[in-house]
């Protein structure tokens, strides 16, 4: 407008701002080109960053140069021109943990929509006046005792133990988990092999004369054995639900053994394999006695939409 000749009253009108404000910027034009338009360096604090560009720098790799295969704050903050400080409270308010990384694996099974369905079904709408059990077995628990006395918790003073410890045997928990009482029927042996499993499942039909199970167990050798089929032939009343391949997390009962883990083995000191089954026994006749429903909340397409999106994919079509 200026090159036209147009006044600057009228360009300041035009644009929205004072006759000054245009005499400063075709002043600035003048004497510094398109160069001058730019904006000039600014007295006091430099501009602070927020905490989205500090979460989008994290999530960009760090140069190969560095030879560190995620940011540390300490790392990231120089280049940021913040402090540590300042980037672990971005990463705080976001959620992101660089120094974490976790595994996954995707079921291979060619049945897999089927066996997710399968089972889910069982977890959300079990069949009328039928049990639905999770079975398996926990094998390899061993009998640890401690070289030294444990030092017991005191205020101030988390419980101590020493770091060493003695093998004294294993033992192998056999458990069937029924999902609408949180009732558990255990067994321990010594071993975990075929002809275990199928005593352990006779034992199970035992405490549910005359009712329809429907058992639900992943893929171990042991579960699939000539012998597990022909009993079950023999016995229509009891149905076997196998979950997909890698997917031993849908049966309920490896939470309870979780829970088993946490709060009667890590922390026991045991002499021997007799003092750890009586240990399980205790816990597990304890369980029974303020059990509560195991309860599923994931529908099978949920679950089929993360096990594997392709496969998931391929099959809606």
Known sequence: ??????????????????????????????????????????????????????????????????????????????????????????????????????????????????????????????????????????????????????????????????ADYVRHGTTTLFAALEIATGQVTAALKPRHRRQEFLAFCKQVARAYPGRELHLVMDNYAAHKTVEVRTWLEANPRIHVHFTPTHASWMNLVEVWFGIVERQAIRRGVFRSVKELNARIRAFTDGWNDRSHPFVWTKTADQILKKANPKKTSEANH
């Open 1 to 162: 407008m200026a090159a036209e000749g147009v006044a600057n009253t009228q360009i300041a009108g035009a644009v929205g701002v004072s006759v000054p404000t245009v005499l400063t910027w075709r002043g600035r034009y003048q004497r510094s080109g398109i160069a001058g338009l730019g904006d000039a360096p600014r007295p006091g604090r430099p501009r602070r960053i927020d905490h989205r560009e500090i979460v989008a720098a994290t999530l960009t790799p760090p140069p190969k140069r560095l030879g560190v295969t995620h940011w540390s704050s300490r790392l990231l903050a120089p280049r940021l021109g913040v402090s540590p400080a300042t980037v672990a409270r971005a990463w705080r308010a976001y959620g992101v943990q660089p120094w974490r990384a976790e595994s996954f694996r995707f079921s291979t099974d060619p049945e897999l929509v089927g066996k997710v369905t399968d089972v889910v079904g069982l977890y959300l709408a079990p069949p009328e006046n039928a049990v639905v059990l999770c079975v398996d077995e926990k094998s390899q628990i061993q009998a640890l005792d401690r070289t030294q006395p444990i030092l017991p918790m005191q205020p101030g003073m988390i419980e101590r133990r020493s």
